[in-house]
């Protein structure tokens, strides 16, 4: 997918006349940190290539008019900004006119309305936040062609979280569209969800690459949940805070948990907490370890990671371990982790140049040997937040 094809798209459907401004949101992918969102800690992630592009030109009317290349087979979705109401029937451009009404909640109401036209190539089910990069597009294009100029790009990421939960209905932590906002080419975003701040560390992976391993396993429904987890945190949490005054699981250093552990007298919630303690705690070490240009800690600490992600919080499957365990096995690997919310979905390598036909090509075929599955690869570059294109770009 390019911008040239979007806003080819764009002239096909809509005509070519009028100030049509073009625009791009990077994907996310999460390098460390998962599961500490919701529990008040850090989370340590990357803006990559692969992303959503959008054309957009203001009307002079009050009607909206969506168009995804994507879904081709939806057509053109029209609508009015004076109604801002979540269809079933809407899919997708619901992610967008949330995003429109949550600017008009705050105050930022357009003039009128627009046309938009959108494609992307995030591949679906891999958990490189294609909602995130919509929403976060989406706010970059109202607040250029709208003149909102007060709105920052942070706001941007909460008005984009925002309209996620409260107007599509999904459950979603704020850094995704954090990264997808204020990623920046060549650094990763350690993202304080407790103070809704960021920080940047240099990612130089020299003869390396980040590659993304999609295992094709999409959560099963009959599996256990996010919910569950957040569920099971709560209660740790309430155990600890009868013998100390934390308002999170992230607000205990590593010596604090081990020394009131014992207080939740639950094998499994304590497995829980501990994921949470030690792995917030792991990612502000990975800062360190990047500010020392030492990719070879921050590689173990991703290995870590991955195992406690994999034994005290349980959320990854038979399918990703595979993948994790036929990858650190290539010479050339520095590391693999599972990445994103679980219980499915992709790995995240650290890979040598030289090894990468080699990790493809070893993983493919045992991978489906074993499985049945035939995994997808990804090579990522890690590049800026949200931004206008021009073709040049």
């Known amino acids: 997918m390019t911008i040239k094809e979007v806003l080819a798209k764009f002239h096909e459907l809509f005509g070519t006349e009028g100030e049509i401004r073009t625009f791009f949101s990077p994907g996310r992918v999460n390098l460390m940190g998962d599961h500490t969102d919701y529990n008040r800690g850090y989370n340590f992630s990357c803006a990559v290539t692969y992303g959503t592009y959008g054309a957009i030109r203001k009307r002079d009317d009050r009607k909206l008019r969506f168009y995804s290349i994507n879904f081709e087979g939806a057509g053109v979705r029209e609508d009015s900004l004076d109604n801002f109401r979540p269809l079933k029937d809407r899919g997708w451009a619901n992610y967008m006119k949330g995003v429109m009404w949550t600017f008009d909640q705050n105050g930022c109401h357009m003039d009128t309305g627009c046309d938009i036209v959108i494609g992307g190539d995030i591949p679906p089910f891999s958990g490189l936040s294609s909602s995130g990069s919509l929403e976060v597009l989406t706010g970059f294009m109202l607040r250029e062609i709208y003149g909102f ?215 493919s075929r045992s991978y489906r040997k074993q499985t049945r599955n035939k995994a997808e690869f990804y090579i990522v570059e890690i590049v800026d937040g949200a931004r206008q294109l021009t073709l040049e770009n």
Request: include cysteine; proline fraction near 2%; glycine fraction near 4%.
């Open 149 to 363: 100029a007060e709105i920052t790009d942070v706001d941007i990421a909460k008005f984009a979280n925002y309209a996620e939960c409260h107007y599509t209905g999904a459950n979603s932590t704020i850094t995704e569209q954090y990264a997808c906002a204020m990623g920046r080419a060549e650094n990763a975003l350690l993202v304080d969800t407790k103070r809704l701040s960021c920080q940047y560390a240099p990612l130089k992976l020299g003869d390396n690459q980040i590659v993304l391993t999609n295992s094709m396993v999409k959560h099963r429904i009959a599996g256990p949940t996010i919910e569950e987890r957040f569920r099971e945190c709560q209660a740790a949490l309430k155990k600890i805070q009868t013998v100390i005054n934390v308002d999170s699981l992230c607000a205990l250093s590593v010596d604090q948990f081990n020394s009131v552990k014992d207080v939740i007298m639950d094998e499994t919630l304590t497995k829980r907490a501990r994921h949470v303690v030690y792995e917030s705690q792991r990612t502000i070490q990975a800062v360190s370890a990047l500010r020392a240009n030492n990719l070879a800690r921050f590689a173990d600490l991703m290995t870590a990671s991955h195992k406690s992600l994999r034994d005290d919080y349980e959320i990854s499957c038979d399918e990703i371990n595979l993948l994790v365990d036929l990858a650190v096995e290539i010479p050339g690997v520095l590391c693999s982790r599972i990445t994103g919310a679980g219980f499915g979905g992709c790995t995240v390598s650290i890979v040598s140049n030289d090894a990468i036909p080699d990790f493809i090509k070893t993983i």
